[in-house]
Every structure is written in structure tokens, then in C-alpha cells.
């Protein structure tokens, strides 16, 4: 374990221009002490690592030295072959690429290791998407990607969820896909939000560059914003009745449904009760239709009529003209 540590650690350093002790302990799961160990021992062994102290110091190698090992095992060369979301690299441009780079990988593998990572591809397969996937379109997206790069700022025309259409200068600082929809991550006005890149409808460069705010983690303000959203988002709580056949069709239905909020145990007859939680009125009364009559609205009140009436209107329909009565 102590030389793939030690691989790793070269590794690291190779791709970042200093790393502290603490930085690096982290990275690899040790102590500190332990570090400090690993290295001595690759300087006994000939590996140029240095110390430098300091606010920007830390463990780094010294210019131009660099290993061309891998020293990949079996699990770690397996995961490189997983599929990953083909669509979103196809999305980047970057479909052809990914699959050259897998071939190239591949090529640098024992026999072995070669095999394993084939028989990953031929029996995982990974469909990032629902059921019922949103469609959207993005030609904007290679611009935006490019900008991101190049840490470039863009004039850009917004429409927003209102249908409001607003300019905004942008400096992009990352991409997310959730899915298939795409956000741009970026900064306006010395605030940083997010922007569905289906609903820029235009963008050009300014002709100017950014600074990327120093510490910015693009993951670690993503799942901030994940969570600000589900804090703020509108609650519409409904309680319903339902047997083990309805929420078997509600499962296989595209849900607007947000959460279950609460769930008892299901009675002698099979039903149990549920509190639902959805953002709208509109969608409950779409989302609940699809159980019929295994299931019953309880509360809110107005919602449990709304549903009546279209029932008895749907009777009307279908009612027997009075001649075939």
C-alpha cells in the first residue's frame, strides 16, 4: 500500500504547483506525519521534492522532472471505463475525443488490465436520464463553453422563468448539466447564479477577461444552490389515502412530485396515508388524476372538490343519452 501511496504522491504533485502536507493528508487519508515520511523517503530515493514556506508554499517537485507510471491496479483502471454520459460529452463536442482518449488508455494497459476494462464496458451501462427526459436545445452551449476557458465575459440576453427578457454581463465560471439541461455558473454584478444555457438567447464577448475568484469550487456552490432551492421552493402539501396499486402507477408516471413528506403504515385493507409535497395546485391535481380511484385526496379541501367536479364531469360525458337509458 505504502508504494502506491507514494505513486500517488508523485502523481499529485505532478499536476498542481504546490500542495501542503495538510492538503496532501487529506487527499490520501493519512497523517500529516505520514506525509512528512513518504517524503523523505522518495527524496532517499532520488525524487527532487521540495519544501517551501510561506502562504503559497508547500510540497512540490522540482522543473522538469516527471514520471510517465500510471501504476494503475485493477479497480482503479476499471473505473476509468465505466460509461460515462456520452450525450453530455456529444453536447461539449467532446464524444470523438472521450472515445479516443478511452482507446489510447486502453492501449497503455497490460493484458490483463486491458481485459478487465473491457468486460466494465460490456456489462455496466449508465443512463443518466428519466423516463420522461426534458428536450431542450443549447447552440449556444460550445460558445459558452469556450468563454468558460477562457475565463472570457459575455454580453448576454436572458429570458427568465417569468418570460422576461434581461441583458446581463457574465463572466462564466462553469458549466453544470443536471441531466440534460445545462446551467451556466457565473458571475453578475459581483453575485454568482446560474443561468439554464436553453434560455440564452444570444451572447458576444465583450473583448475583456475575468479574474476566477481564487478558492471558487464550481461542485461545492452547485450543491449550495441544490440546497437553497429545495429550502425555497414553494410547498403545496397534500394528504391523500392510496392502496399499494396506486402508488404503483404513480411510480411509473413522470412525477412533479418534490417529496413525501410523511407515510404510515399500510392498513388492514392495504391503503396508507401519505403527506405529498408539490410546488403547485396545477400539479397535484395532474400528478394524483393518474391514480383513479386508488386513491383519495383528504386534504386541502379545495383540491379534494376540484377533483370531484372533474370526476362528475367526466360521468356527464359519458352519461347514457336519455333515448338508451
Known amino acids: 500500500m505504502r ?34 515520511r513518504d517524503m523523505a523517503a522518495l527524496s ?40 460515462v454520459a456520452s450525450k453530455l460529452l456529444a453536447d461539449m463536442g467532446l464524444g470523438k475525443a472521450a472515445e479516443a482518449a478511452r482507446i489510447k ?14 468486460r466494465v464496458r460490456e456489462r455496466i451501462h449508465i443512463d443518466g436520464g428519466g423516463w420522461f427526459p426534458v428536450v431542450e436545445t443549447f447552440p449556444l452551449l460550445p460558445m459558452l463553453q469556450d468563454a468558460v476557458w477562457r475565463q472570457a465575459t459575455l454580453q448576454a440576453t436572458y429570458e427568465r422563468g417569468d418570460g422576461e427578457i434581461v441583458e446581463r454581463v457574465i463572466a462564466p465560471l462553469g458549466l453544470v448539466a ?31 477577461c475575468f ?24 410547498r403545496y402539501p397534500v394528504t391523500v389515502r392510496v392502496s399499494a396499486r396506486g402508488r404503483g402507477r404513480l411510480r411509473q408516471a413522470g412525477s412533479p412530485l418534490i417529496e413525501i413528506e410523511s407515510e404510515s403504515e399500510p392498513g388492514s385493507d392495504g391503503w396508507a396515508t401519505l403527506t405529498l409535497r408539490f ?36 360521468l356527464a360525458r359519458y352519461a347514457l343519452p336519455s333515448c338508451l337509458a
Open 105 to 118: 488508455l486502453s492501449a497503455s494497459l497490460s493484458e490483463a488490465a486491458r481485459q478487465d476494462a473491457e
Open 211 to 234: 479574474e476566477r475568484p481564487i478558492g471558487f469550487c464550481l461542485a461545492a456552490f452547485w450543491e449550495r444552490s441544490v440546497a437553497e432551492f429545495k429550502i425555497n421552493v414553494p
Open 3 to 36: 508504494g502506491d501511496r507514494l505513486l500517488s504522491l508523485l502523481l499529485l504533485m505532478q499536476t498542481a504547483k504546490s500542495l501542503t502536507a495538510g492538503e496532501l493528508a487529506t487527499r490520501l487519508e493519512v497523517s500529516e506525519r505520514t506525509i512528512l
Open 178 to 208: 443536471k441531466g440534460r439541461v445545462w446551467y451556466l455558473v457565473a458571475q453578475t454584478e459581483g453575485d454568482t447564479r446560474s443561468y439554464r444555457v436553453s434560455r440564452i438567447r444570444a451572447a458576444t464577448e465583450t473583448g475583456m
Open 279 to 314: 410546488e403547485v395546485n396545477n400539479e397535484a391535481f395532474d400528478y394524483l388524476l393518474r391514480a383513479g380511484k386508488e386513491m383519495e385526496v383528504m386534504e386541502p379541501v379545495a383540491l379534494r372538490e376540484q377533483i370531484r367536479a372533474f370526476a362528475e364531469g367526466i
Open 44 to 83: 532517499g530515493a532520488g525524487v527532487p521534492v521540495v519544501a517551501t514556506r510561506g502562504k503559497n508554499g508547500g510540497w512540490r517537485l522540482l522543473v522538469p522532472y516527471r514520471t510517465n507510471l500510471t501504476g494503475l491496479n485493477t479497480a482503479e483502471a476499471q473505473t476509468l471505463f465505466v460509461p
